[in-house]
């Protein structure tokens, strides 16, 4: 069992997107028991993008011990075998002043027989993104490929060292340009953060449209350059935990 945090610096890199396609694929394609633990509150949540129905959240999981993180866990609805874990409204207020809580309740995962949980984190540094952290066992990157996403890939990786927590790579997201320069830019990208490209998605108009119309992308479009690098990186992902 292997659970990852999936975090970035800025907002709106696609962290909610690879998630939710990365799960789909590990899910549907590896076959594996697969959780998706919503940590953000984002425009485009889990719970939508899997047309789930629930009433319990993780916030109120958080609020009253009694409620297990298993009991809040619901099937994705074209897929049995990938939960999702909703989490109800923001959780920075509960978290900000005891992040142990949050903590505890993730590192529940452990008793619920699932392969692989992916925690999608909200973006910066913040009491949720270092509970998420803390109760991953890796954490997984998702930047543009820009200075600002290579200074973000430094601060996170920066704490990650404080809380000992290795990483499993970088995924560079909408990515545009030619391929000698990305390939150029992954070789120094590799070498000023140090950690390794783990994949790299394209730009892909097929991605908002997904996003717009609240699709799973890898479900929706299987096919399209961004399904496709999504599957090299599920890929990875897969070996780490078979
Ligand atoms: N490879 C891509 N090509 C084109 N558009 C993309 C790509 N990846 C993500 N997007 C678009 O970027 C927007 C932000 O994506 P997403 O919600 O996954 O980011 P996020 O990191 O989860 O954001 P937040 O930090 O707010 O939670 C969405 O509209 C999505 O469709
Ligand atoms: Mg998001």
């Not at 694929?25 to 485009?44: N, P, T, W």
């Not at 505890?104 to 692989?116: A, R, T």
Request: proline content about 4%; charged content about 25%; some cysteine.
């Amino acid at each position: 069992m292997l659970t990852i945090a999936v975090i970035s610096g800025k907002g709106g890199t696609g962290k909610t997107t690879i998630t939710a396609s990365l799960g789909y694929i590990l899910a549907s394609e590896y076959k594996k028991k697969v959780c998706l633990i919503d940590a953000d509150v984002g425009l485009s949540c889990l719970t939508r993008l899997f047309k789930v129905s629930y009433t319990l959240t993780l916030r109120d999981a958080l609020k009253d011990p009694a409620i297990k993180l298993a009991h809040i866990m619901r099937p994705a609805l074209s897929l049995q075998n990938l939960l999702i874990v909703p989490s109800g409204t923001a959780l920075h207020d509960l978290v900000a002043s005891n992040p142990k809580i949050l903590v505890s309740k993730l590192l529940e995962v452990s008793q619920s027989g699932v392969d692989v949980t992916l925690i999608d984190a909200p973006a910066g540094i913040s009491s949720v993104v270092i509970a998420s952290m803390v109760a991953s066992d890796k954490y997984m990157l998702v930047e543009e490929l820009n200075p600002w996403g290579i200074d973000a890939a430094l601060k996170l990786k920066s704490l990650a060292e404080r809380l000992q927590k290795p990483s499993i790579g970088l995924v560079l997201n909408d990515v545009v340009g030619w391929k000698g320069t990305v390939r150029r830019a992954i070789r120094s990208i590799e070498e000023i953060v140090g950690i390794r490209v783990l994949g790299v998605v394209p730009n892909d108009k097929v991605v908002r449209k997904a996003t717009m119309r609240l699709e799973v992308l890898a479900e929706k479009y299987p096919k399209s350059k961004a399904t496709k690098a999504i599957r090299e990186v599920a890929k990875k992902v897969a070996e780490l935990v078979s």
